[in-house]
T-cell receptor, first 112, second 113 residues
Framework: GNSVTQMEGPVTLSEEAFLTINCTYTATGYPSLFWYVQYPGEGLQLLLK?????DKGSNKGFEATYRKETTSFHLEKGSVQVSDSAVYFC???????????FGSGTRLLVRP | NAGVTQTPKFRVLKTGQSMTLLCAQDMNHEYMYWYRQDPGMGLRLIHYSVGEGTTAKGEVPDGYNVSRLKKQNFLLGLESAAPSQTSVYFC????????????FGQGTRLTVV
């Protein structure tokens, strides 16, 4: 079945550092890929998405590129801020599927 | 501008008690989902619904039942709560078509003692 694997956290960075959170997936066909963010005490919010190979999703300085050849959708940001501290979830929705499948989440802590 | 609303936000149950979690959305979405979030395990899908009157099992349905009698509401029931059901529960909804965004509620923190 479909699945998502994320790097384990927590990831601790200093402000203005470069961020990468790895995400790989297993799915047949051409799934749609998503990154969601969860701030403390809140529900999840969509951060960005990509629906076909080589698409790049971007939002709030975050980017992720849909790489079918490596089945990956890594999240990157060039310069993180303290306000980016949150839990980040990679997710996929498979072809002809109603289900949205999530990875285990990666906690990011950005120190001033 | 309510979006997805979950009630209650917190609850403590004794083993064997029953309860119902309510999810309400005001966006006229067809699809609704119930997830549980546990440390180190991310979000796991319990049940979902693709329209009024329909429900389907997700990854971890055992011990839970659901109903979608009205399009805007999706109820999650625990008939006989167990400590293993201690978790944070999230409801989500999304519309049909394309690659639509899922909107999440604020969560319900349930503790079973």
């Amino acid at each position: 079945g479909n699945s998502v694997t994320q790097m384990e956290g927590p990831v601790t960075l200093s402000e203005e550092a470069f961020l990468t959170i790895n995400c790989t997936y297993t799915a047949t066909g051409y799934p749609s890929l998503f990154w969601y963010v969860q701030y403390p005490g809140e529900g999840l919010q969509l951060l960005l998405k990509a629906t076909k190979a080589d698409d790049k999703g971007s939002n709030k300085g975050f980017e992720a590129t849909y790489r079918k050849e490596t089945t990956s959708f890594h999240l990157e940001k060039g310069s993180v801020q303290v306000s980016d501290s949150a839990v980040y979830f990679c997710a996929l929705r498979g072809d002809s599927s109603y289900k949205l499948i999530f990875g285990s989440g990666t906690r990011l802590l950005v120190r001033p | 501008n309510a979006g997805v609303t979950q009630t209650p936000k917190f609850r403590v149950l004794k083993t064997g008690q029953s309860m119902t979690l309510l999810c309400a959305q005001d966006m006229n979405h067809e699809y609704m989902y119930w997830y549980r979030q546990d440390p180190g395990m991310g979000l796991r899908l319990i049940h979902y619904s693709v329209g009024e009157g329909t429900t389907a099992k997700g990854e971890v349905p055992d011990g839970y039942n659901v109903s979608r009698l009205k399009k805007q509401n999706f109820l999650l029931g625990l008939e006989s709560a167990a400590p293993s059901q201690t978790s944070v529960y999230f409801c989500a909804s999304r519309s049909t078509g394309g690659e639509t965004e899922a909107f999440f509620g604020q969560g319900t923190r349930l503790t079973v003692v």
